[in-house]
């Protein structure tokens, strides 16, 4: 089992102190937020996608633990520049990779909440008429769902 100590290594409190693109987003073209009814946290992502469904810009807002907020800002940092088609392929275990110490199952949830708000919000247009994604298996990213990944 891993430690407080190994859990809040520099690179995750770094995420959590200066967290990258947090805050609204200005022409935002999708938006989502979910929380985590296990401990309260709250994560609401807003994304500026390309006509040809790029990750233009990728901002994030919340309340939460260490492990959801630098979390958060990892993945905004990761995604921006992505394609749709790399969102679909960045499984919850490649999440967990990114943020890097080990975590216990309740632990993964809070980590993996950006990560589920993310596949939402690609989902999730502000204007209905603005829906860049086309695609009509879009419900899923591929790796566990919420309840499979512990």
């Given amino acids: 089992m891993p430690s407080e100590q190994d859990i ?3 690179h995750v409190l770094d995420h959590y102190e200066d967290p990258y693109h947090r805050g609204p987003l200005e ?3 999708h938006a989502h937020e979910a929380d985590n009814p296990l401990c309260g946290d709250v ?3 807003d ?3 390309s006509p040809d469904g ?4 990728a901002w994030f807002d919340g309340e939460g633990c ?9 993945l905004m940092e990761k995604i921006e520049g992505k394609t749709l088609d790399d969102l679909r ?5 490649e999440m967990l990779e990114l943020f890097g110490p080990k975590l216990t199952p309740n632990r993964q949830k809070c980590c993996l909440l950006s990560w589920r708000v993310l596949q939402a919000a690609v989902h999730a247009p502000l204007n209905p008429t603005d829906d860049d ?3 009509e298996d879009s419900g899923h990213f591929g790796g566990p769902s919420l309840g499979e990944e512990s």
Avoid: C, P, R, W
């Fill in 8 to 10: 809040y290594e520099e």
């Fill in 27 to 29: 022409g935002a073209t």
């Fill in 43 to 45: 994560i609401h992502v």
């Fill in 47 to 49: 994304l500026k996608l």
């Fill in 54 to 57: 790029k990750i233009e810009e």
């Fill in 66 to 74: 260490v492990i959801s907020q630098a979390s958060a800002s990892m």
């Fill in 89 to 93: 392929q960045f499984s919850a275990e």
């Fill in 133 to 135: 994604t086309g695609d």
